[in-house]
């Protein structure tokens, strides 16, 4: 008699594990935890392009200043020759070579000019994008705030079932023999699911096979009863 209520005893353990186990899985597979997952990872993407387009901006930023630099010089050497061209006083020597020298200085700040204006429009492009990425990245923060206050929720909840279950088996455990403990999580780690199940009508509650009226009587001489065909605890 005291075999069988260790038997039970270890039913209702298993049914109490089987429980547990199906809240931890329950606990690592929240739908909400596959949506955190994605918008972190979408987080980091838009961060890191967010990164890479700010110092592509400073880069810009600082040749449209050197440029812009270079554009001011020139100019103000452009107006100094032509001053003196129109000043007048000179040999038609010298004059030709201001003429050709502001030529020169005007050709190359039309170059600048068109510079300057190709890099403003990137700096603008760049800048334009960024702010684009920064409300975005800041939607998408609100939102996996409201995703972990949501998992962490539910969470809470999983954990206030599990420490009832967790409770529960510790004062289910010592009421199975030792022996039958180990084997019953010899089993558990071999297998998932129910490795313990009741003998009704000669059917086994684990691999639902039919025994026959001698695998029965074999199973029932043994200690503890194991079903022959899925290797089972059984309680009769």
Do not use: F
Not at 26 to 55: F, I, K, M, V
Request: glycine content about 6%.
């Amino acid at each position: 008699m005291e075999e069988l209520k260790s038997l039970a005893d270890l039913l209702d353990l298993q049914r109490v594990d089987l429980e547990i186990d199906r809240l931890i899985d329950r606990r690592g597979s929240l739908p909400e935890l596959a949506e955190y997952r994605a918008t972190h990872e979408e987080l980091e993407t838009l961060r890191r392009r967010l990164a890479e387009l700010e110092d592509e901006a400073k880069t810009t930023a600082r040749e449209l200043d050197r440029v812009g630099g270079e554009l001011e010089l020139t100019e103000q050497k452009a107006a100094t020759e032509e001053n003196r061209l129109y000043a007048g006083g000179l040999s038609a020597r010298d004059v030709e070579y201001l003429r050709r020298e502001v030529e020169m200085l005007r050709g190359r700040i039309s170059q600048m000019e068109d510079r300057v204006l190709e890099l403003m429009e990137a700096k603008e492009r760049l800048d334009a994008e960024a702010e684009e990425l920064r409300g975005r990245i800041a939607e998408l923060d609100e939102a996996k705030a409201r995703l972990e206050e949501t998992i962490g929720a539910e969470w809470r909840k999983i954990d206030a079932e599990l420490a009832v279950k967790e409770e529960r088996k510790s004062q289910i455990v010592p009421l199975v023999d030792e022996d039958l403990l180990a084997l019953y999580e010899e089993l558990r780690r071999r297998r998932e699911g129910a490795v313990v199940g009741t003998l009704d009508h000669g059917v086994c509650g684990v691999c639902h096979l039919q025994l026959s009226a001698a695998e029965v009587a074999e199973v029932v001489r043994q200690n503890p009863p194991r079903c022959i065909h899925c290797t089972a605890i059984l309680v009769p």
